[in-house]
């Protein structure tokens, strides 16, 4: 079956520019986790949903960041004004149920470049 | 706030050398482990993960994982290693019963020469 899709895979913005990054996550999961990776680091958590709900968002870096997922399938992760240091990958997953206990099945991410 | 160290960042070793990979979480309640693999040019992906029961988790392709709670570890080995287990390897805890919320180590970085 399909796994999770993340689209574009390659963004470049100029500092300044508005992003919106878009996650498909596996059909029927629950529960929608994006997260940042630096380069050489693990995947930092920014925020979760469980349905449409947004459970935490105690990773996001930033007020320039924000995440929906309106109807409970598809997310977007919208940076606004980007920063340099806002260059990283960024990860979505998914998992069946909202259990800390699941596996998480994850994208191939965006790798966002700001200039 | 729950930390993850992985000590190993870079591992080069032959093809059938023993393999093992430290975890070290920091956390004092119950926990759930994680490690995912990810190879060249793919997703990240579970290798095996562990929330109760037998501390000896089995996973895919010969890994296991020993949890020894003593020791706050969760290291990965693997008897005989092969080229394909090159890969980037990330160790993840989150604390158990309502906190989903996965913190992963910084990886480690696994060549295998044939």
């Known amino acids: 079956g399909a796994g999770v899709s993340q689209s574009p895979r390659y963004k470049v913005a100029k500092r300044g520019q508005d992003v919106a990054l878009r996650c498909d996550p596996i059909s029927g999961h629950v529960s929608l986790f994006w997260y940042q990776q630096a380069l050489g680091q693990g995947p930092e958590f920014l925020t979760y949903f469980q349905n449409e709900a947004q459970l935490d968002k105690s990773g996001l870096p930033s007020d320039r960041f924000f995440a929906e997922r309106p109807e409970g399938s598809v997310s977007t992760l919208k940076i606004q004004r980007t920063q340099q240091e806002d260059s990283a990958v960024y990860l979505c997953?998914?998992?069946?149920?909202?259990?800390?206990?699941?596996?998480?099945?994850f994208g191939p991410g965006t790798r966002l470049t700001v200039l | 706030a729950q930390s993850v160290s992985q000590h190993n960042h870079h591992v080069i070793l032959s093809e059938a050398a023993s393999l093992e990979l430290g975890c070290n979480y920091s956390y004092g309640g119950t926990v759930n482990l994680f490690w995912y693999v990810q190879y060249p040019g793919q997703h990240l992906q579970l290798l095996l993960k562990y929330f109760s029961g037998d501390p000896l988790v089995k996973g895919i392709k010969g890994f296991e994982a020993e949890f020894i709670k003593s020791k706050f570890s969760f290291n990965l080995r693997k008897p005989s290693v092969q080229w394909s287990d090159t890969a980037e390897y990330f160790c993840a805890v989150n604390g158990g019963g309502g906190s989903y919320i996965p913190t992963f180590g910084r990886g480690t970085s696994l060549i295998v020469h044939p």
């Open positions: 997953a998914s998992s069946l149920a909202g259990l800390s206990t699941d596996t998480q099945y």
